[in-house]
């Protein structure tokens, strides 16, 4: 049974479905992942038992995901490398290359993202440095059955991704929460669309290592 007591990462866990909902209404199911449902409503001012309606209807309603918490870590690492490492890396240098050219060609523009490219740059420096020490030490750290020996590198990247999470708030920041002038041309709404799923796929990435992988890696 789902009750607000339990702790968003939980919550997604067991529905992956969960995390639409948890976005939907600003909910940070990865980074705070471990605060129950309750607090998280009463912190951002929500109805905790409207939410949990909803998300007992997606329960419902969504084709059944993976359970990652239930299947081998070994395939828990592949899925993470193959559906989150290999885009960030293709989508990000694009994500950079659009930002730069809306910068530019609306440089007469005064609510234009000035600082934005520049962010993106920081913000893809960041993600390729952490996904390689993750790739190069913690994963093969895990894979090689001492993870219970990876309390050091898991911090590491624990504070990196609350970095990662900083960043997604200034991204929000410094684009008015994703809101588009009317005279945006083609690039900028593709620009922002693509920092919209980058907003999710980070998230989801993220939870998958919090409130998953490293868990389990922990108690070996």
Known sequence: MTTTSQSLGD???????????????????CCGGSQSLAQACAAEGLDAQAILRELEATASSEAVAPRWDKRPIDELIQHILDRYHAPLRAELPRIVALARQVARVHANKADR??????LLSD??????????????????????GRGQNAHMPVQVMLQEHEDHGKNLRRIRELTKNLRLPPYAC??????????????????????????????????G
Request: charged share 20%; hydrophobic share 50%.
């Open 113 to 118: 993202p000035a600082e934005l490219a520049d």
């Open 186 to 219: 083609a690039s900028w709404r593709e620009l922002y669309r693509s920092l919209a799923e980058l907003e999710v796929e980070l998230m989801d990435h993220i939870h998958l290592e919090n409130n998953i992988l490293f868990p389990r890696a922990l108690v």
């Open 11 to 29: 919550l997604v866990t067991a529905n992956p479905a969960a995390a639409k909902v948890f976005h939907c209404h600003g909910l940070d199911y």
């Open 123 to 144: 913000v893809q420096a960041a993600v390729e440095s952490h996904l390689a020490k993750e790739e190069q030490i913690l994963f093969p750290l895990i894979l090689s």
